[in-house]
């Protein structure tokens, strides 16, 4: 029996199935390569000694993604692929909504068609909106401020309403705050396309010389030292939170949402410190006005994701900057173009 792994060759879905890899799973992947690169997974192969069945598919490809599941005794799905830039989805809401919502109303539609009851779904705090206070717990009110969010939002009242007319199904949905970092070898990482929007990728590209320097989006919010406070993850304690929920699913029917943060906030003056430190470069910054829709400070109360999942965040504010950094240093271009040996391409 396999885990199928939508966006399984992006950023979270790279590290996420090696971490599944290590467990004892196994996979197939599936990916249209749209912001990714099939080289992460030979990477992943390499790094675990194991092999993943990759499929180049897109998931709006309704037959594509039947042969999949005609192809493979598929027992659970984690459900990572969609388009993720905010600003993007602003400008360009038909694209999001067909591709986020309508592709995964097709991969739903093929799950129930062939007795896939187990799902993990990739949700984020963008759900939360502005909140009033922090941390957040999963109960706090939901808003979506642009189209990005609201495929989320939506995604996240499809799963709750699966649930509600048939028992069956088991549902993780996982609100994750700000993924950052890299596996520890240096050989899987974020290799964003063009200039990066988050913050880390784009204090690597400072730090490496590749842009002149920071803008600090605002220093006037509400905070320590008034720049926005967010709730960084290190990627790898992300994807452990990916084989926990999936454990979980074993035991439980419903729909479950679990905050995977660390339950701490960092300033982005002192991320650009603590980036100092572990790469040993001057970061030079200046301060911008602040970004359309940015919020002040939000991070998480993750203890449901304890109480429930036995996972908690392990890895430290510098240790997520060392290894950003080790992945940039190794691969200043990211992920260069490579011979492909994909186990199947439909
Ligand atoms: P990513 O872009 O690296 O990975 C997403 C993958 O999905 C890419 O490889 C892309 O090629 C693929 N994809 C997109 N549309 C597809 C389609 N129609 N068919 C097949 N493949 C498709 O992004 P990521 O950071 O790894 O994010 C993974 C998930 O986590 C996304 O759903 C994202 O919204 C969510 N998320 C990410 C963050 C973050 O800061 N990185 C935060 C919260 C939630
Ligand atoms: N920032 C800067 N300069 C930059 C980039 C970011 O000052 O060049 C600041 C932002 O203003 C914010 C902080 O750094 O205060 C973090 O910004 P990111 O863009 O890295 O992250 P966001 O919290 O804005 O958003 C990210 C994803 C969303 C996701 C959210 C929660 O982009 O899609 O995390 O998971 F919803």
């Known amino acids: 029996m396999a885990v199928l792994v939508t966006g399984g060759a992006g950023y979270i879905g790279s590290h996420t199935c090696l971490e599944l890899l290590e467990a004892g799973y196994e996979i197939v ?5 749209m912001n990714s690169n099939y080289e992460a997974l030979r990477r992943v192969e390499r790094l675990t000694g194991k092999t993943i069945k990759f499929y180049q598919v897109d998931l709006l490809d309704r037959d594509a993604l039947e042969v999949i599941f005609q192809e493979n005794p598929i027992e659970a799905a984690i459900h990572l692929a ?3 830039a905010v600003g993007e989805s602003v400008m360009m809401p038909l694209f999001y909504y067909h591709n986020n919502i309508t592709g995964t109303l097709l991969l739903f539609e093929m799950l129930k068609k062939y007795g896939v009851s187990k799902l993990v779904f990739s949700s984020s705090a963008t759900v939360y909106g502005r909140p009033q206070t922090v941390p957040v717990t999963e109960n706090f009110p939901l808003q979506a401020t642009n189209p990005y969010g609201m495929t989320k939002l939506m995604i996240e009242q499809i799963l709750q309403d699966l649930t509600t007319a048939e028992d069956a199904w088991s549902i993780a949905i996982l609100r994750y705050f700000n993924p950052i970092g890299a596996h520890e070898s240096g050989m899987i990482g974020e290799d ?3 200039m990066p929007n988050n913050l880390l990728p784009f204090l690597s590209k400072v730090a490496i010389g590749y842009y002149p320097q920071l803008q600090v989006y605002g220093n006037d919010f509400l ?14 304690d992300l994807a452990k939170g990916h084989v926990r929920a999936l454990q979980k699913l074993y035991t439980c029917n419903g729909a479950h949402i679990y905050n995977l943060g ?28 602040r970004r359309p829709g940015d919020i002040g400070e939000c991070y998480a109360d993750p203890s449901k994701s304890w109480e429930d999942l036995q996972w908690k965040a392990e890895k430290t504010i510098m240790e997520m900057c060392r290894d950003a950094w080790n992945w940039q240093t190794k691969n200043p271009e990211g992920y ?4 492909r040996e994909v186990t199947a391409i439909i």
Do not use: C, W
């Open 223 to 236: 905070t320590s030292d008034g720049t926005g406070v967010r709730d960084y993850i290190h990627v790898v």
């Open 192 to 194: 964003p396309k063009g």
């Open 262 to 289: 660390t339950g701490q906030g960092y300033s982005v003056l002192e991320m650009v410190r603590a980036f100092e430190m572990a790469s040993g470069k001057k970061i030079p910054y200046t301060i911008a006005p």
């Open 29 to 33: 992947a599936l990916d249209n390569l």
């Open 336 to 339: 260069r173009t490579e011979t």
């Open 82 to 84: 969609g388009l993720k």
